[in-house]
């Protein structure tokens, strides 16, 4: 079974300062997919980013950007320019994708509060 | 013009009543899931259905019972309802093809308060 760790649960940063968030994870698979949600206080859960394992380049989504380790299992979310909207809780998450379109398993989130 | 909808957005209710959360996809995905969201944030799998049919259930009890008419709707029914299934209910799709397969897209979701 895939687990998903994220090792810190809140996190802050100053406005315009730059935070990366920390994800690993455990799986035996060889094809799949890792994503960044993000959750505000609306509750909405917003894709940020996505990323198939067998690209090596990392994915970037304007400000948001991730280093994505293959070996180490790691996919951390780098958010640059950091602004007040940011704020939020950051959840990792994997998908299996071999045999299609499996559930995501979720990390527990790191909740990050953008301060001015 | 909401791709992944669900009704209603909050829900109160007593112990030991029926209630039902409706979800809608107008972008044409084949799966829908349901997660569920408990007071910790933590975000669990229920339900995935594949055109219509049932692939996963993650031993959910049997209270709760999944209905999909369309692929474009899966309903969630929950019987007899105890305090513990006070959590947010969230409705997702994805479509396994395309150059954003994989990718689940997901209801502004439902919480459920049981008093």
């Known amino acids: 079974a895939q687990t998903v760790t994220q090792s810190q649960p809140e996190m802050s940063v100053q406005e315009a300062e730059t935070v990366t968030l920390s994800c690993t994870y455990d799986t035996s698979e060889s094809n799949y997919y890792l994503f960044w949600y993000k959750q505000p206080p609306s509750r909405q859960m917003i894709l940020v980013i996505r990323?198939?394992?067998?690209?090596?380049q990392n994915a970037t989504e304007n400000r948001f950007s991730v280093n994505f380790q293959k070996a180490a299992k790691s996919f951390s979310l780098k958010i640059s320019d950091s602004q007040l909207g940011d704020t939020a809780m950051y959840f990792c998450?994997?998908?299996?994708?071999?045999?299609?379109?499996?559930?995501?398993?979720f990390g527990k989130g790191t909740r990050l509060s953008v301060i001015a | 013009d909401t791709a992944v909808s669900q009704t209603p957005k909050y829900l109160v209710t007593q112990m030991g009543n029926d209630k039902s959360i409706k979800c809608e996809q107008n972008?044409?995905?084949?799966?829908m899931y349901w997660y569920k969201q408990d007071s910790k944030k933590f975000l669990k799998i229920m339900f995935s259905y594949n055109n219509k049919e049932l692939i996963i259930n993650e031993t959910v009890p049997n209270r709760f019972s999944p209905k999909s008419p369309d692929k474009a709707h899966l309903n969630l029914h929950i019987n007899s309802l105890e305090l513990g299934d006070s959590a947010v209910y969230f409705c997702?799709?994805?479509?396994?093809?395309?150059?954003?397969?994989?990718?689940?897209?997901f209801g502004p979701g439902t919480r459920l308060l049981v008093l």
């Open positions: 972008l044409g995905h084949d799966t």
């Open positions: 997702a799709s994805s479509q396994l093809t395309g150059p954003r397969g994989e990718t689940q897209y």
């Open positions: 998450a994997f998908g299996a994708g071999n045999s299609g379109n499996t559930p995501l398993v």
């Open positions: 990323q198939e394992a067998y690209k090596q």
